[in-house]
């Protein structure tokens, strides 16, 4: 069955560098991926999303990256603050399956002050 | 303008009691979608409604789960004769119509089972 999963459970980082959060796929039909943001107690957060047309999509301060040749993506979060800590997920969609998405595992980003 | 709405937050319920969890669709959003949520783990599809039809069932069990997203009120997410195993959290999602993709979530209910 199709999957996505994430590399790392936990991320440390130090307030004011880079965050980079993996996210690996199974299904080559999937066409459509969306990063989310879980803090403590509350229901995940739309991030950004981007569309396997693209290889690239940048937001605020968030940038994901697209590789379909391997089936990875990833979350990019510049300067990262301490209210950037929570759990992300990475989640996919296929265009033939009613909108359904698959999500990953999560990782865990810690910022340390 | 309200997001996604779930109520109740928190519900407990003992073993072979029925719970019934409650989505409102953020307004003008005619699809709605359940998934739940076990600790340490990530979000696992359950159904997914438009008004008064279920689109895909795939995800649910066979028994004792079901999902109504009546033409008038919110959804309703009913599980029967709970299990200690039900315990989790559950999500709903709502999106435009045409606009699958872009779920956007309620804040969840935390359903325990004693």
């Known amino acids: 069955g199709e999957s996505v999963g994430l590399h790392l459970p936990t991320l440390s980082v130090q307030e004011g560098d880079n965050s980079i959060i993996n996210c690996a796929y199974s299904n080559s039909a999937s066409d459509y991926f969306i990063w989310y943001k879980q803090e403590s107690g509350k229901g995940p957060q739309f991030i950004i999303d981007?569309?396997?047309?693209?290889d690239k999509r940048q937001g605020q301060r968030v940038t994901v990256l697209l590789n379909k040749t391997v089936k990875h993506l990833s979350l990019q979060i510049a300067a990262t603050q301490p209210g950037d800590s929570a759990v992300y997920f990475c989640a996919g969609s296929s265009s033939g399956n009613t909108g359904k998405l698959i999500f990953g595992q999560g990782t865990t980003l810690q910022v340390k002050p | 303008n309200a997001g996604v709405m779930q109520n109740p937050r928190h519900l407990v319920r003992r073993r072979g009691q029925e719970a019934r969890l409650r989505c409102s669709p953020m307004?003008?959003?005619?699809?709605v979608y359940w998934y739940r949520q076990l600790p340490e783990e990530g979000l696992k599809f359950m159904v997914y409604?438009?008004?008064?039809?279920?689109?895909?069932e795939s995800g649910m069990p066979k028994e004792r789960f079901s999902a109504e997203f009546p033409k008038e009120g919110p959804s309703i997410l009913r599980i029967q004769q709970v299990v200690r195993g039900d315990s989790a959290a559950y999500f709903c999602?709502?999106?435009?119509?045409?606009?699958?993709?872009?779920?956007?979530f309620g804040p969840g209910t935390r359903l325990t089972v004693t």
């Open positions: 981007i569309r396997s047309n693209m």
């Open positions: 409604l438009q008004k008064e039809n279920i689109i895909d």
């Open positions: 307004k003008g959003h005619s699809h």
């Open positions: 999602a709502s999106s435009l119509a045409g606009s699958s993709y872009e779920q956007y």
